[in-house]
T-cell receptor
């Protein structure tokens, strides 16, 4: 039962353009969402998060949008840089209802930014 | 501020053996979670400890266990290793239920 889904295994964009990574979830108890960036053989690096009481959160080149009715979130990277090339994971948590730090991860999307 | 530290970075064990992995969280963080990453299954939650108590557990067999000490450091133990236990084991720490920060991971290979 995949509660968090990233349906695009890979994405390729040109340097300077926008990268849009998508994530869908099924559990309506999820109230906190995070995006992580990961390089091979390293731990995930936290990028940005959003609480379910918001629909947008911005941090520099990274913006996360949350559509609760559609159970969908997306990560926008503008402008994309070659150093952004990595695997991006979407994660969700039901922290208010379960008082836990447990994260459910999507399968990841490999982003390639071409110079 | 030091990040999450996991030791060892790499480990090779034989089937049937047991292994203990260690995690030192960010100073002040009381929640420590463990995840297993494999190519086929992605990042899977193992368990979470908060103030020395297991607060949550994933769907892994009893061969996987953990504990947390009073200084928030955590250990994970896998007994009777199987080939399928080969994976990258990641530890993450957080203040309580907020952003989780991950260590570099321990790459376990079972032969």
């Amino acid at each position: 039962d995949q509660q968090v889904k990233q349906n695009s295994p890979s994405l390729s964009v040109q340097e300077g353009r926008i990268s849009i990574l998508n994530c869908d979830y099924t559990n309506s108890m999820f109230d906190y969402f995070l995006w992580y960036k990961k390089y091979p053989a390293e731990g995930p690096t936290f990028l940005i998060s959003i609480s379910s009481i918001k629909d947008k959160n911005e941090d520099g080149r990274f913006t996360v949008f949350l559509n609760k009715s559609a159970k969908h979130l997306s990560l926008h990277i503008v402008p994309s840089q070659p150093g952004d090339s990595a695997v991006y994971f979407c994660a969700a948590s039901a922290r208010e209802s379960s008082n836990t730090g447990k994260l459910i991860f999507g399968q990841g999307t490999t982003l390639q930014v071409k110079p | 501020k030091a990040g999450v530290t996991q030791t060892p970075r790499y480990l090779i064990k034989t089937r049937g053996q047991q292994v203990t992995l260690s995690c030192s969280p960010i100073s002040g963080h009381r929640s420590v979670s463990w995840y297993q990453q494999t190519p086929g299954q992605g990042l899977q939650f193992l368990f979470e400890y908060f103030s020395e108590t297991q607060r949550n557990k994933g769907n892994f067999p009893g061969r996987f266990s953990g504990r947390q000490f009073s200084n928030s450091r955590s250990e994970m133990n896998v007994s009777t290793l199987e080939l399928g236990d080969s994976a990258l084991y990641l530890c993450a720490s957080s203040l309580a239920t907020g952003e989780a920060f991950f260590g570099q991971g321990t790459r376990l290979t079972v032969v």
